[in-house]
């Protein structure tokens, strides 16, 4: 009998990553193509897809491909489109999902890179028995998805989720969305760039990372810095999880989750940014909440988790019969 | 044939308030007893369903009573408790729903206050047609009943939907649940109390409002001073609508929702209170928000709302067959 696997396909500004997975999140024939190198979408679509096919006939694996599911910037859950966004090559509204469905009739879903995510961790990571949690992708910005009662929240127009852009300091710091003190100019690995850059500009401190320019400093040269001491880099963590902590506070009061998994780049620093976050999400959370939300890393950190998670997503339909 | 209902019961801290409301949401019988009167749960009950009983046999109606849904204060959906509110007379975990079985053996259920408002308002308000949307009661605190995807959002514990305890502002004032900047220390009836001593203390306009004491002030009589032109009164507007505005915005990032209902005593100041909250709340949205969310006054704000949403509670129950 033909083994049942779904395409899950992870679309980055710069590359595109797919796997086939299985129901329990097992994944074959992993691969990638440069997203960047196809302007028109359709010889994009048509050279993923021939690669796809071209890895899985060298195999001697019988596979019934069920479905595919998509997580990509400014990708729309209710439309199936990818929506004007500055991540991609592709300009304006673009039908992906219709676009898919002349390569393979099959189901087909799309969300965004968190919302995958948050799906990933459901269905083969740390929040496999959970149904309320939020999943907080700390990349170059600060993405979130939101699980309600087994569902993620996609909101009326299939935007929901957009915590990044939550204003965490009044007239704060300028946001590539162009409003001021959004929270991912905070909790992100670019947003603890700025804040150390903040600190030297403040400090007197001598410090490794003055050696650096702001356009080489990364979050981990940051979090290196600080298991070696830094006293800015650890500051720096600190600040970062003063403002995630507060913000992720007021989360709680949203949804009341049973968990937070923090996700991505800046994740990765792992104590170094949990305790502080955890230490001042406590500090403003309502009495009712205290000592009850764990805040937990992803447990698929060092997996291929964006593939995974959009494999999750169309297994999640297949299984709703949808 | 008997005509189909279910007991609606809004428990106050001094009054609770009943009707008997059919599916389309005809509210019969409705009267009122007491809470504070009773000490012991149980007496409180018998007299409850004593004083229902006995408007009801006056009655040549055939009535079938189906289920009973309860709005109270900290009213726990999933475990159909009351938890250590100090807003009612009877302390500790409270076993509503189970004490209440002795009394009739049919479906019950229990919210919180904010969370049968929205409920109220999905079955037989402004929010009929909609499927995410946000019911905020700006009442002594300010509340929130949030809806996504057509069910209410209870969280893990049964505890979501704590907007009044967002932090609104850093270090602001002090809130009763021991927290500083709470937003329902800004943006509530008592909330517009404080901003107006507030500003009677800053600056030196002549005002009405410097004759009311600060327990004698309320709410109505800041619209009915704003209405006249009062200058601290307007002021006192704008400040909470900015506030508010502002918070709402990022309750936007959060689920995206269609339309979000203003509801309680202070929403009754109408345009007042509208206007800045939807300035403030449009300036602080991302751009793919923007123009989309409607802010609206409740549809139940001159009904026996909190009645209507207990018993729409207990309707949603059983059309889902629970």
Redo the contacts between chains.
């Keep these: 009998m033909a083994q049942q696997v779904v395409i899950g396909i992870d679309i980055g500004g710069t590359f595109t990553k797919y796997g086939l997975v299985d129901i329990n999140g097992n994944s074959y024939f992993e691969g990638s193509i440069h997203t960047s190198g196809y302007p028109d979408i359709n010889s994009y679509l048509k050279n993923l897809f021939s690669t796809i096919q071209g890895s899985v006939k060298t195999s001697d694996k019988d596979l019934q491909i069920m479905g595919i599911g998509v997580g990509a910037p400014a990708g729309n859950y209710y439309s199936g489109t990818i929506?004007d966004t500055s991540n991609l090559i592709w300009k304006g509204i673009v039908p992906l999902a219709d676009l898919m469905k002349k390569h393979y009739n099959i189901p087909i879903a799309i969300t965004n890179d968190a919302n995958a995510a948050a799906m990933g961790e459901m269905m083969y990571g740390g929040a496999k028995n959970?149904?309320?949690f939020i999943v907080i992708t700390l990349g170059t910005g600060l993405g979130s998805g939101?699980v309600?009662?087994g569902?993620v929240?996609?909101?009326?127009?299939?935007?929901?989720?957009?915590?990044g852009?939550?204003?965490a300091i009044d007239n704060g710091r300028l946001c590539g969305?162009?409003?001021r003190g959004c929270l991912e100019t905070y909790a992100s690995a670019s947003g603890i760039k700025r804040t150390v850059y903040e600190l030297l500009a403040d400090l007197t401190e001598p410090s490794d990372l003055r050696k650096i320019s702001f356009e080489d400093l990364t979050a981990k040269m940051i979090s290196d810095a600080a298991i070696n001491g830094d006293q800015i880099a650890l500051k720096a963590f600190e600040i970062t999880g003063e403002i995630l902590g507060?913000n992720l506070?007021?989360?709680v009061?949203?949804?009341?989750?049973?968990a937070i998994f923090l996700f991505g780049g800046l994740a990765k620093a792992g104590e170094l940014i949990l305790k502080p976050t955890k230490k001042h999400m406590e500090k403003?959370l309502?009495?009712?909440?205290q000592n009850?939300v764990k805040l937990l890393l992803s447990g698929l950190q060092d997996k291929n988790a964006a593939v995974l998670g959009a494999a999750g997503l169309i297994w999640n339909e297949i299984k709703k019969g949808n």
Excluded: Q, W
């Design positions: 929506e959970m149904k309320d939101i309600v009662n569902n929240v996609y909101g009326h127009d299939g935007f929901a989720g957009e915590l852009h939550i204003v969305c162009g409003k507060r506070a007021n989360a009061s949203f949804s009341s989750p049973e403003n309502l009495t009712i909440f009850k």
